[in-house]
T-cell receptor, first 109, second 114 residues
Framework: EDQVTQSPEALRLQEGESSSLNCSYT??????LFWYRQDPGKGPEFLFT???AGEEKEKERLKATLTKKESFLHITAPKPEDSATYLC??????????FGPGTRLSVLP | DGGITQSPKYLFRKEGQNVTLSCEQN?????MYWYRQDPGQGLRLIYY???????QKGDIAEGYSVSREKKESFPLTVTSAQKNPTAFYLC?????????????FGDGTRLSIL
């Protein structure tokens, strides 16, 4: 069965303290991996799509990378406004999106 | 501005009652989806539709029904057969049905039991 796990479940950082979030997946055939940001009471906001191992995407303080088994979302010098839940999802050859449970990030001033 | 509009933001259901959640998009997307989000779990797919007048069951379709009479609209009915309906419901759309294109989400409807 296709599965996506994310770690840690929750992460607290001081402003400026860089860190990484992990998304590990086991799928029948990866066609794309997606990162979303979700604020409380809101829908997920699309951040990145990664299609193949070795690919990297950047946006402001965020950088997403992909290997054959996992993806990392690196957050460099985070600010309080980066506080949110970050969701990872994979799209597989079975033509289904599978979402992970998310990592809840808190950045303290 | 283009986007997805879900209404209402909050909804309460009585025992034995059917309720309908609205989802409208003006992104000209062909595909639309309904997900359920529970605390500590990933989004779970309820129904999806790739074209008008056609829709498919997702992983947890029991107790739910949908219609797709217009490209812009994909309402979800939570029937009385859904015994645990309390959750956050998210509607999404994309340019291709279940393709490797990102989904765009509305801001959700929170459903509770009275």
């Amino acid at each position: 069965e296709d599965q996506v796990t994310q770690s840690p479940e929750a992460l607290r950082l001081q402003e400026g303290e860089s860190s990484s979030l992990n998304c590990s997946y086991t799928v029948s055939g990866l066609r794309g991996l997606f990162w979303y940001r979700q604020d409380p009471g809101k829908g997920p906001e699309f951040l990145f799509t990664l299609y193949s191992a070795g690919e990297e995407k950047e946006k402001e303080r965020l950088k997403a990378t992909l290997t054959k088994k996992e993806s990392f979302l690196h957050i460099t010098a985070p600010k309080p406004e980066d506080s949110a839940t970050y969701l990872c999802a994979v799209y597989n050859y079975g033509q289904n999106f599978v979402f992970g449970p998310g990592t809840r990030l808190s950045v303290l001033p | 501005d283009g986007g997805i509009t879900q209404s209402p933001k909050y909804l309460f259901r009585k025992e034995g009652q059917n309720v309908t959640l609205s989802c409208e998009q003006n992104l000209n997307h062909d595909a639309m989806y309904w997900y359920r989000q529970d605390p500590g779990q990933g989004l779970r797919l309820i129904y999806y539709s790739q074209i008008v007048n056609d829709f498919q069951k997702g992983d947890i379709a029991e107790g739910y029904s949908v219609s797709r009479e217009k490209k812009e609209s994909f309402p979800l009915t939570v029937t009385s057969a859904q015994k645990n309906p309390t959750a956050f419901y998210l509607c999404a759309s994309s340019t291709r049905g279940l393709g490797n294109q990102p989904q765009h989400f509305g801001d959700g409807t929170r459903l509770s039991i009275l």
